[in-house]
């Protein structure tokens, strides 16, 4: 059922929708929030050896909100080691 | 785009412009009506014959200029507060674009699906072809959709730049480390320019914006051919 769910709201994916969290003008916690939210829930979901399909959610997310070099830059931190997030 | 001898806004591509310029044209006439009413009652007195012209107080001239100036401010303040809270009203984009500005150029991202970014630098006075605009043209344009609700999400790589663009009524700081977000509907189609609005050093002047309204087949067709590009 609510795999049904996350396949229908991917498919039907156009851009990130309005968050009610980052309501205003500055989004960049929305981008950032996403990708934090994509790497934890990535981290847990493989933990359990589920299937990591709805953590695309917030992957599509952050891809469409985030800059590109800031998402290099993170992801080039969390190989180092020196992400400044938890995740 | 801005001509030669330009009076007034430039002519407006979204919704949001159009109110703007009629809030606009409704305070500027409450101004010129007031200027001229003050012009009249400057040269009233200062080439009246009558000679009593030092009476102290009136209650009833001191109660008209009151109430009417109060009403004056309300006729500008509500359509004020319509306008503003538009602008703020929540919208449901169909497509999100980052605009990174950089030291001395715009780059634009479309991420929603595939990885779709490329730089956008003026195009130099000499290298210009017939028709083109002095100081405005760019070699990659930002295209967009038209009738489409569309998000902007405007930052910056190095120093403060602001993304501006008249037409649609959108100025927006990019400031490094920071996404700032504006959205608009463009109306109709057409070719849109703006430029760099916060100083930014030697070529501030030199790194405009030129937005391109099509139909969505148009920017389907643009957005696979510039994947195929790069």
């Known amino acids: 059922m609510m795999a049904e769910d996350i396949q229908a709201k991917l498919k039907n994916y156009k ?3 309005f968050d009610a969290r980052f309501p205003n003008q500055n989004q960049t916690r929305n981008c950032f929030q996403n990708y934090l939210d994509f790497h934890r829930c990535t981290k847990v979901l ?3 050896g589920a299937d990591t399909t709805p953590c695309e959610w917030f992957r599509r997310v952050y891809k469409s909100l985030c ?7 993170w992801n080039d ?8 997030g938890k995740i | ?17 159009e109110e703007l310029i009629h809030f606009h044209d409704h305070t500027l006439m409450i101004v010129f009506l007031i200027s001229a009413l003050v012009l009249y009652v400057i040269t009233a007195m200062v080439s009246t014959k009558l000679t009593n012209k030092y009476i102290l107080d009136s209650q009833e001239i001191e109660i008209v200029w009151t109430i009417l100036p109060a009403i004056i401010l309300i006729m500008i303040a509500l359509p004020s507060l319509r306008i503003l809270y538009l602008m703020d009203e929540i919208n449901d984009p169909h497509l999100t674009i980052k605009a990174m500005g950089h030291q001395w150029y715009w780059s634009y991202e479309y991420t929603d699906y595939e990885d779709l970014g490329f730089d956008s630098y003026m195009i130099q006075t000499q290298d210009l072809t017939p028709g083109q605009f002095r100081l405005l043209e760019t070699d990659h344009r930002m295209v967009v959709p038209m009738e489409s609700p569309v998000r902007v999400l405007v930052s910056a790589e190095d120093v403060l730049h602001s993304w501006a663009v008249p037409a649609l009524g959108v100025k927006m700081d990019a400031v490094p480390g920071r996404l700032n977000q504006t959205a608009f509907i ?8 703006g430029q ?4 930014c050093g030697a070529n501030h002047s030199f790194m405009p914006i030129v937005v391109e309204a099509v139909p969505l087949e148009h920017f389907e067709a643009w957005s696979s051919s510039m994947l195929e590009e790069a």
């Open chain 1, 15 to 17: 851009t990130a929708p």
């Open chain 1, 46 to 48: 493989t933990a359990k």
């Open chain 1, 67 to 73: 800059p590109i070099s800031w998402i290099n830059k």
């Open chain 1, 77 to 84: 931190q969390l190989e180092e080691g020196t992400f400044p």
């Open chain 2, 1 to 17: 785009m801005a001509h030669p001898s330009q009076l007034g806004f430039q002519d407006a591509a979204s919704p949001v412009m």
């Open chain 2, 186 to 193: 463009i109306s109709r189609p057409g070719v849109y320019y």
């Open chain 2, 196 to 199: 760099c609005s916060e100083i």
